[in-house]
């Protein structure tokens, strides 16, 4: 078993859609969280940045935590065309990052 | 530069054949990472350089790869002898720092490897 796991789609919404990304994870030590967004042919670009449990909004992108259940979820609201790419989750281990293989999100105009 | 910059962008390659990757990292950051992601697949760590040393080799995957950072600055991945399954994309990363809560890394865009 990964020690996080991510489903990789692809996930297809209609624009304005409301999107749901998520992980789940085994490492209880975990503590930092991340959402990066990887467009095609080019490196990730961090998105959002979780500290312990709860959520964080930036814009359009909320970020949840859930420690207990060891589940994490990036929301997007009014979803966009340019908003189709791969969302990568990522958290920490030691300073070293553990990453989910990607979903890819495709946005329909 | 203003980002990570990587080069080759794609490189095909026979197998057994050596090649080098190059990153360039942005001016200032002192730590660089080199990922591997292959596809359908996350990142996967190779190696971490804190200024030109590198505290954190535990993802090269055999003896064929190696890496080095000169200057503090450019970084150089050497994978020898190039099998197959060595195709991947190879990105490098850089940030100011490594741990705690700064984990602004800014990636390159990748050097697409094909071995044949």
């Known amino acids: 078993q990964k020690e996080v796991e991510q489903d990789p789609g692809p996930l297809s919404v209609p624009e304005g859609a409301i999107v749901s990304l998520n992980c789940t994870y085994s490492?209880?030590?975990?503590?930092?969280f991340m959402w990066y967004r990887q467009y095609s042919r080019k490196g990730p670009e961090l998105l959002m940045y979780?500290?312990s449990s709860g959520n964080k909004e930036d814009g359009r992108f909320t970020a949840q935590v859930d420690k207990s259940s060891k589940y994490i979820s990036l929301f997007i609201r009014d979803s966009q065309p340019s908003d189709s790419a791969t969302y990568l989750c990522?958290?920490?281990?030691?300073?070293?990052?553990?990453w989910g293989a990607g979903t890819k999100l495709i946005i329909k105009p | 530069g203003a980002g990570v910059s990587q080069s080759p962008s794609n490189k095909v390659t026979e197998k057994g054949k050596d090649v080098e990757l190059r990153c360039d990292p942005i001016?200032?950051?002192?730590?660089l990472y080199w990922y591997r992601q292959s596809l359908g697949q996350g990142l996967e760590f190779l190696i971490y350089?804190?200024?030109?040393?590198?505290?954190?080799k535990s993802g090269l995957p055999s003896d064929r790869f190696s890496a080095e950072r000169t200057g503090g600055s450019v970084s150089t991945l050497t994978i020898q002898r190039t099998q197959q399954e060595d195709s991947a994309v190879y990105l490098c990363?850089?940030?100011?720092?490594?741990?705690?809560?700064?984990?602004?890394?800014?990636f390159g865009s990748g050097t697409r490897l094909t071995v044949v």
């Open positions: 001016s200032g950051h002192t730590a």
């Open positions: 990363a850089s940030s100011l720092s490594r741990g705690g809560d700064n984990y602004g890394y800014t």
């Open positions: 990522a958290m920490d281990s030691n300073y070293q990052l553990i």
């Open positions: 350089f804190q200024g030109n040393s590198a505290p954190d």
């Open positions: 490492n209880s030590a975990f503590q930092y």
């Open positions: 979780t500290y």
